[in-house]
């Protein structure tokens, strides 16, 4: 125990072998047929107490709470005892300790693609291939190194985090391209990366969020708002701005979402590019000609509360070449900590009138 504990009284008798003991009244209530006393070791070897001297209730503590004997905060709280003190009293009491605690592991994984450590307080380190996704609105993409990543519990959906709470990631390694490389199994790699994310919940309606790109020839940051207008929906606004090569180049996109006859969630979004933009989702693609625009349209219904399904219409046009008009209907279901999506969709360019249809099976960990 240390100096920084809470202290009480009581007055031993010379009657105190016949319990006679005359007590002074602890500073909270104290049930000796519920409450276990047992006697602590302390810095130093305490002598047997004179008849009539005071001692310290400091030495008297129950079972349960040796847990927490050297931290009063965590005693505070998981003592049978009850509360020593009120919040301020104890942050003015504890003293200063230069200790650094680490929280226990709580799962480590490993698969194919990449192995994972996760705390109990949620930070995550991956090594492998890391999937990114951005927060700003650009679409996902996969860096080969290590990712160090935060989500907490109170994370609402990919706009809205609870308010003053803290989630970032930050991946480092090189652009990897092994699984869109089609039937080729070798590793694909590109060129050096690295991303940093961050996302703060100003308070329950409103969120902000900041990312930094870079890799060779490219350097991007973003800043995105969302806000939330209670019954009329959401809002949210990012805005891109960096260099490709020299050029420098910007990114805008607005999106609105609301609830419809409280079943499905319809959103739409309207994004503009600048010629020559580039970020790191679009690496292995050239840069953009021209300005571009690209809307949007999805509604999402929920078949319960581990799984979705969702339509996809999107249009998008290059000003001086070619659009295309995208479908899609894609279907999710989460097990656990693993999300499986099972996606279908069909393109239409207008320059030589090319028809595709994909199915994808992306199987990610949460």
């Known amino acids: 125990m240390g100096d920084d504990a809470p202290r009480s009284v009581q007055a031993v008798g010379a009657d105190s072998a016949a319990g006679g003991a005359t007590e002074l009244p602890p500073s909270w209530s104290f049930d000796p047929e519920k409450n276990k006393i047992i006697l602590l070791p302390v810095d130093e070897p305490i002598a047997t107490p004179e008849p009539g001297q005071a001692v310290p209730l400091e030495q008297l503590v129950t079972a349960d709470a040796l847990r927490g004997v050297d931290n009063w905060e965590n005693y505070q709280y998981e003592a049978a005892l009850g509360a020593f003190m009120s919040d301020q009293d104890a942050a003015a009491l504890r003293r200063p300790s230069s200790r ?135 809002l949210r606004l990012t805005v891109n701005a960096g260099k490709y090569e020299g050029d420098a180049n910007w990114r805008s996109m607005f999106a609105y979402r609301a609830k419809v006859f409280d079943l499905a969630t319809l959103q739409f979004s309207n994004e503009l590019t600048s010629a020559h933009y580039m970020d790191l989702s679009r690496l292995s693609q050239d840069p953009l000609s021209d300005r571009a625009i690209r809307n949007q349209l999805k509604l999402t219904y929920p078949l319960d509360t581990q799984s979705q399904v969702s339509g996809t219409f999107e249009n998008s046009r290059v000003f001086d070449g070619a659009s295309e008009q995208r479908f899609g209907v894609e279907q999710s279901y989460k097990l656990d900590s693993v999300l499986f999506k099972l996606k279908a969709q069909r393109a239409v360019h207008s320059d030589d009138g090319l028809l595709q249809f994909n199915v994808d099976i992306p199987i990610g960990g949460r």
Do not use: C
Not at 172 to 187: I, L, N, R, T, V
């Open 100 to 234: 650094i605690t680490l929280k226990p592991v709580q799962s480590f994984s490993t698969g194919a693609r990449t192995w994972s450590l996760t705390t109990e307080d949620r930070n995550r380190i991956s090594l492998g291939s890391n999937q990114v996704v951005s927060p700003i609105g650009q679409s996902g993409f996969r860096i080969g190194g290590m990712q160090l990543s935060r989500q907490p519990d109170s994370t609402q959906d990919n706009w809205f985090i609870d308010s003053n709470q803290l989630a970032y990631s930050t991946a480092a390694g090189a652009m990897d391209y092994s699984a869109a490389s089609g039937e080729d199994a070798s590793f694909h790699f590109g060129s050096g990366a690295a991303n940093t994310a961050v996302r703060y919940g100003l308070s329950d309606s409103a969120s902000v969020d900041t990312q930094v790109q870079l890799a060779r020839s490219l350097k991007n940051v973003g800043l995105g708002a969302s806000y939330a207008l209670d019954d009329m929906g959401d």
